[in-house]
């Protein structure tokens, strides 16, 4: 069975920085696009950025320039760099692995 967890969150001040990790337990292939999404409270769930298998990447017009997306296939892991984080940042962050989604983790940016 899949498990996605994703881990890193909390409070920052704006112009901070925080890492989102978010790591795959049971079956992983390194095929398999994965991304982050955010929800910010009364809005619809957004894709932030998304890394592909062969190490391209696309983000959210707003986050181009601050966020960085990686990932490491050998621990199963894929990471969210924030810097130059804003008050519009605030929101839990999913990891999603094809299919699979994690439980979220919030992130909150406030001064």
């Known amino acids: 069975q899949v498990q996605v967890v994703e881990s890193g969150g909390g409070l920052a001040h704006p112009g901070g920085s925080l890492t989102l990790s978010c790591a795959v337990s049971?079956?992983?292939?390194?095929?398999?696009?994965m991304a982050w999404y955010r929800q910010a409270p009364g809005k619809q769930r957004e894709l932030v950025a998304r890394?592909?298998?062969?190490?391209?990447?696309n983000y959210e017009e707003s986050v181009k320039g601050r966020f960085t997306i990686s990932r490491d296939n050998a621990k199963n892991s894929v990471y969210l760099q924030m810097n130059s984080l804003k008050s519009e940042d605030t929101a839990v962050y999913y990891c999603?692995?094809?299919?699979?989604w994690g439980q979220g983790t919030q992130v909150t940016v406030s001064s």
């Open positions: 049971g079956m992983f292939s390194e095929t398999i696009a």
């Open positions: 999603d692995y094809g299919v699979f």
């Open positions: 890394i592909f298998a062969g190490g391209a990447t």
